[in-house]
């Protein structure tokens, strides 16, 4: 028998009921997909979209729900792989990473975004924030500096975009390597709900630095601080940083955002400063005395406060700012002033601002005479009682009266009353009282261990409580100019500079043109005779060394003919002083 020729024609049948099974196992397939998908858009209320799912179908020439079930393994997938890597990371950092925070309001933040803004890999991050650097007049550099088209006169126009830009770490996560140490930095940025004892509950943004590390100490991130600060301080070594009380909205969130950096500008060398060699050695060994890390525990054995008060008073243009930067600039301190005349600045505004001041620090209160800061005195009283007389000459009618009309006037509490309400009408409006700045010099909350100096040119419109010894424990006297001062002073003016990295003037200008070595009109070494011939010209304590100052300000280059024309300045300073004008004869 032939199997193979049975087997041929028995194959075709088969092949054919195989082909109709898997068919009709197919269509029922399909039936049954499309029937549960209409059941499904018929309870999402979808029904109306049966039939485009039938020709997405048709048309891709699969079953469209192998799609959502290739997209749900995807979904579950990511869950699990998003639990894992959460898992892994909290497991990382919480036992093999150490971590800092850093507030915005605190000075290492400053040093370490400075010290950032350097590093390569922040620079070159894909995620910055550019800012305009604005250099400082003593920052200039000759790539800085333009002329116009004359090349006579400088010019500045749109000098800020000629400046490069200063680039800082973008809020998001950058990370960086420091000394083979691999570093994460997080900048956050966040409103935060908080109260505040002067402005109740409010809202503030808020910014944190995280510094992280692998590490199970923190130690490399302390002394990447440590680092950062460090190049801080060498590059802000030479500079007097300047501070003033922050907005009345800044204030009123307290601690040290309450002031704000308003300058940061070489330190001034005492030497330039008029002042007689003694008054300068003593207040330097005073100051020096106060600062000495023995001197806390020598004021506490003893019950007496670690505060120490000065008092500059003398004409305006002597130098009493001058010392007060002179200072700071010597002993490295950051100067904090503060204008008692400011609208907004109120005595708990006062109060916090000097609780929360540095361990060490110069406050400057500039014309302490002007803030009206004075009480009322009998002759107020007597001045407003008799404005409140009738103008007719007649004798106001008054209940009772205790002396003869030939004896002294009689207070009344009507009186009292009325001069203290005008009193406290001044406070009102200059903002802070008498007792107010007191109490914050003074005060139990005010901050130890701070330098405060006070200027005036009337010391003797000063009330006697702000002047007493405790709150001002050294007065200093500025006078004007002796000749000896006036011939410093000229010496000063024209000795040899450092070489300037300006672009060269035109030779050929008349306005720019070197007369002399040094570009003096005379000659260096003839300085010191010039000198001491101007001096002599100088009558003595008539003029301040400021208005000498400005009168060889205008001859900066000149000597020669400062000497020349100072006989004449002199005479019509004189005049002037004579006629009470304001009105300058000579300049």
Same mark, same amino acid.
């Given at each position: 028998?032939d199997y193979?020729?049975?087997?041929?024609?028995?194959l075709?049948?088969?092949?054919?009921?195989?082909? &109709?099974?898997?068919?009709?196992?197919t269509?029922?397939d399909n039936?049954?997909?499309?029937?549960?998908?209409?059941?499904?858009?018929a309870?999402?209320?979808?029904?109306?979209l049966?039939?485009?799912?039938?020709?997405i179908?048709?048309?891709?020439?699969?079953? !469209?729900s192998?799609?959502?079930?290739?997209?749900g393994?995807f979904?579950?997938l990511?869950?699990?792989? +998003?639990?894992v890597y /959460?898992f892994?990371?909290?497991t990382?950092?919480?036992?093999?990473?150490?971590?800092?925070?850093?507030r915005?309001?605190?000075?290492i933040?400053?040093?370490?975004?400075?010290?950032l803004?350097t590093q390569?890999?922040?620079?070159?991050?894909?995620?910055?924030?550019?800012?305009?650097?604005?250099? +400082?007049?003593?920052?200039?550099?000759?790539t800085?500096v333009?002329?116009?088209?004359?090349?006579?006169?400088?010019?500045f126009?749109?000098q800020e975009?000629?400046?490069?830009a200063?680039f800082s770490?973008a809020?998001g996560?950058?990370?960086?390597?420091?000394r083979?140490?691999?570093?994460?930095?997080?900048?956050?940025?966040?409103?935060?709900?908080?109260?505040?004892?002067?402005s109740?509950q409010?809202?503030?943004?808020?910014? &944190?630095?995280?510094?992280?590390?692998?590490?199970r100490?923190?130690e490399?991130i302390?002394?990447?601080?440590t680092?950062?600060?460090?190049?801080?301080?060498?590059d802000?070594?030479?500079?007097?940083?300047?501070?003033?009380?922050?907005?009345n909205?800044?204030?009123r969130?307290?601690?040290?955002?309450?002031?704000h950096q308003?300058?940061?500008?070489?330190?001034r060398?005492?030497?330039?400063v008029v002042?007689?060699?003694?008054q300068?050695?003593?207040v330097?060994? &005073?100051?020096?005395?106060?600062?000495?890390?023995?001197t !806390?525990?020598?004021?506490?054995?003893r019950?007496?406060?670690?505060r120490r008060?000065?008092?500059?008073?003398g004409p305006p243009?002597t130098?009493?700012?001058?010392?007060?930067?002179?200072?700071?600039?010597i002993?490295?301190?950051?100067?904090?002033?503060?204008?008692?005349?400011? !609208?907004?600045?109120t005595?708990?505004?006062?109060?916090?601002?000097?609780?929360?001041?540095?361990?060490?620090?110069?406050?400057?209160?500039?014309?302490i005479?002007t803030?009206?800061?004075?009480?009322?005195?009998l002759n107020?009283?007597d001045?407003?009682? /008799?404005q409140?007389?009738p103008?007719?000459g007649?004798?106001?009618p008054t209940?009772?009266?205790?002396?003869?009309?030939?004896?002294?006037r009689?207070?009344?509490?009507? &009186?009292?009353?009325?001069?203290?309400?005008?009193?406290?009408?001044?406070?009102?409006?200059?903002?802070?009282?008498?007792?107010g700045?007191?109490?914050a010099?003074?005060?139990?909350?005010?901050?130890?261990g701070?330098?405060?100096?006070?200027?005036?040119?009337t010391?003797?419109?000063?009330d006697?409580?702000?002047i007493?010894?405790g709150?001002?424990?050294?007065?200093?006297?500025?006078?004007?100019?002796t000749q000896?001062?006036? +011939?410093e002073?000229f010496?000063?003016?024209y000795?040899e500079d450092?070489p300037?990295?300006?672009?060269?003037?035109?030779?050929?200008?008349?306005h720019?043109k070197?007369e002399?070595e040094?570009g003096?009109?005379?000659?260096v070494?003839?300085?010191p005779?010039?000198?001491?011939?101007f001096?002599?010209?100088? !009558?003595d304590?008539?003029?301040s060394p400021?208005?000498?100052?400005?009168?060889l300000?205008k001859?900066?280059?000149q000597?020669?003919?400062a000497?020349?024309?100072?006989?004449?300045?002199?005479?019509g300073?004189?005049?002037?002083?004579?006629?009470?004008?304001?009105?300058?004869q000579v300049?």
């Amino acid at each position: 028998m032939d199997y193979s020729a049975v087997f041929s024609s028995l194959l075709p049948g088969i092949s054919g009921n195989i082909s &109709d099974t898997t068919n009709n196992v197919t269509a029922t397939d399909n039936t049954h997909h499309a029937k549960a998908v209409e059941s499904i858009l018929a309870l999402v209320g979808l029904r109306g979209l049966a039939p485009i799912y039938g020709f997405i179908g048709g048309w891709l020439g699969f079953e !469209p729900s192998n799609i959502l079930a290739v997209m749900g393994v995807f979904w579950a997938l990511n869950k699990v792989l +998003r639990q894992v890597y /959460s898992f892994l990371y909290k497991t990382v950092t919480g036992y093999f990473m150490s971590s800092v925070h850093i507030r915005n309001d605190d000075d290492i933040y400053m040093h370490l975004m400075d010290w950032l803004s350097t590093q390569p890999r922040m620079v070159n991050s894909r995620d910055l924030v550019a800012e305009t650097a604005s250099k +400082r007049p003593w920052d200039e550099d000759a790539t800085s500096v333009a002329r116009d088209s004359s090349g006579r006169y400088l010019n500045f126009s749109n000098q800020e975009a000629r400046a490069p830009a200063f680039f800082s770490p973008a809020v998001g996560v950058h990370s960086f390597w420091w000394r083979g140490q691999y570093f994460q930095l997080n900048r956050k940025r966040e409103s935060v709900f908080e109260e505040s004892n002067m402005s109740g509950q409010l809202f503030r943004d808020q910014e &944190d630095l995280i510094i992280s590390c692998f590490w199970r100490s923190p130690e490399p991130i302390k002394q990447l601080l440590t680092h950062a600060k460090q190049q801080y301080f060498r590059d802000h070594q030479a500079r007097t940083t300047v501070k003033r009380p922050s907005t009345n909205a800044g204030r009123r969130y307290g601690g040290r955002v309450g002031w704000h950096q308003v300058a940061n500008r070489p330190i001034r060398d005492i030497k330039t400063v008029v002042l007689d060699e003694k008054q300068k050695l003593q207040v330097l060994a &005073d100051i020096n005395e106060y600062l000495h890390p023995e001197t !806390p525990k020598w004021y506490s054995n003893r019950g007496i406060p670690l505060r120490r008060g000065y008092l500059f008073h003398g004409p305006p243009g002597t130098g009493k700012t001058s010392l007060s930067f002179a200072l700071a600039g010597i002993f490295g301190l950051d100067i904090h002033v503060i204008s008692l005349l400011e !609208p907004s600045l109120t005595e708990e505004d006062l109060s916090n601002l000097f609780a929360t001041l540095p361990r060490r620090c110069i406050v400057l209160l500039e014309d302490i005479d002007t803030a009206g800061l004075r009480r009322p005195t009998l002759n107020q009283f007597d001045e407003e009682a /008799s404005q409140s007389e009738p103008q007719d000459g007649t004798a106001k009618p008054t209940a009772s009266k205790t002396s003869s009309s030939n004896g002294p006037r009689d207070w009344k509490v009507s &009186d009292l009353a009325r001069a203290l309400k005008k009193e406290g009408e001044s406070d009102q409006k200059v903002g802070i009282s008498l007792s107010g700045l007191l109490n914050a010099i003074d005060g139990v909350a005010s901050q130890e261990g701070r330098v405060l100096i006070m200027t005036t040119n009337t010391p003797e419109q000063l009330d006697d409580a702000l002047i007493r010894p405790g709150r001002v424990d050294l007065q200093v006297a500025f006078s004007n100019a002796t000749q000896d001062q006036a +011939r410093e002073l000229f010496v000063r003016m024209y000795e040899e500079d450092q070489p300037s990295s300006l672009p060269a003037p035109d030779p050929n200008s008349p306005h720019e043109k070197m007369e002399s070595e040094g570009g003096l009109d005379i000659p260096v070494s003839d300085l010191p005779s010039v000198a001491e011939a101007f001096g002599a010209k100088i !009558p003595d304590g008539e003029f301040s060394p400021a208005q000498i100052q400005g009168y060889l300000l205008k001859r900066k280059k000149q000597p020669r003919k400062a000497l020349e024309e100072v006989d004449m300045w002199v005479d019509g300073l004189l005049r002037q002083k004579a006629m009470k004008t304001k009105i300058l004869q000579v300049q």
